[in-house]
């Protein structure tokens, strides 16, 4: 299955900045997803992200809070804008290889914002 | 009709007993099942899967029971370690694998000795 580098592991950010996080494939994937994660709690879908088109968002998520970048089929960068208290979470991105390997996540993303 | 609904949210096992964790779910259209661990500081990874064409799927000490009729399926750890200590989280999706995964809200499972 496929191996997913995401990176920064954790940061600390202050409230009004930006944080780009950015997750790379070791393979081809047409589909990336962007999750958060509260702590101790389940994946929410942020949105789904298709090289060369427009990312697509879920309810209650926005491109101007969170903007995405597919550059190219490997790669992808979340964009968490505008930081609040409330942004402080867990994010990961995740690809989707099919039924045989489900999807695999990256390790996270660990915010916290002051 | 996306939801899936876990329980228990917490379970505390001996060593060497059985873990049950439930999942039941409402859309008709899912047709993949997976379940993933995630241990703390890391991302989830695929436990084991199942497609409703089956009853059963059993990979080493990990169980899957599904029951289409009911919509509900199940994971079985035997024989449970204290490695086994993670949070569990079952999913369900559509077009076999390929569509968005719903979680489940997750299970934190504690194995004592």
Not at chain 1, 98 to 113: E, I, K, N
Request: glycine share 8%; proline share 5%.
């Amino acid at each position: 299955s496929a191996v997913i580098s995401q990176k920064p592991s954790r940061d600390i950010c202050q409230r009004g900045t930006s944080l780009t996080i950015q997750c790379q494939v070791d393979s081809q994937v047409t589909m990336m997803f962007w999750y958060r994660q509260q702590p101790g709690q389940s994946l929410t879908l942020i949105a789904t992200a298709n090289q060369g088109s427009e990312a697509t968002y879920e309810s209650g998520f926005v491109i101007d809070k969170f903007p995405i970048s597919r550059p190219n089929l490997t790669f992808s960068t979340l964009t968490v804008s505008n930081l609040s208290p409330e942004d402080s979470s867990i994010y990961l991105c995740s690809v989707s290889q099919g039924a045989r390997h489900g999807y695999t996540f990256g390790s996270g993303t660990r915010l916290t914002v002051v | 009709q996306q939801q899936v609904k876990q329980s228990p949210q917490s379970l505390i096992v001996q060593k060497g007993g059985i873990s049950i964790i439930n999942c039941a779910y409402e859309n008709t259209a899912f047709d993949y099942f997976p379940w993933y661990q995630q241990f703390p500081g890391k991302g989830p990874a695929l436990l084991i899967a199942i497609r409703p064409d089956v009853s059963e799927k059993k990979e080493g000490r990990f169980t899957i029971s599904f029951n289409k009729s009911a919509k509900q399926f199940s994971l079985h750890i035997m024989d449970s370690q204290p490695g086994d200590s993670a949070t569990y989280f079952c999913a369900a999706n559509s077009n076999f694998g390929n569509e968005k995964l719903t979680f489940g809200t997750g299970t934190r499972l504690t194995i004592i000795p």
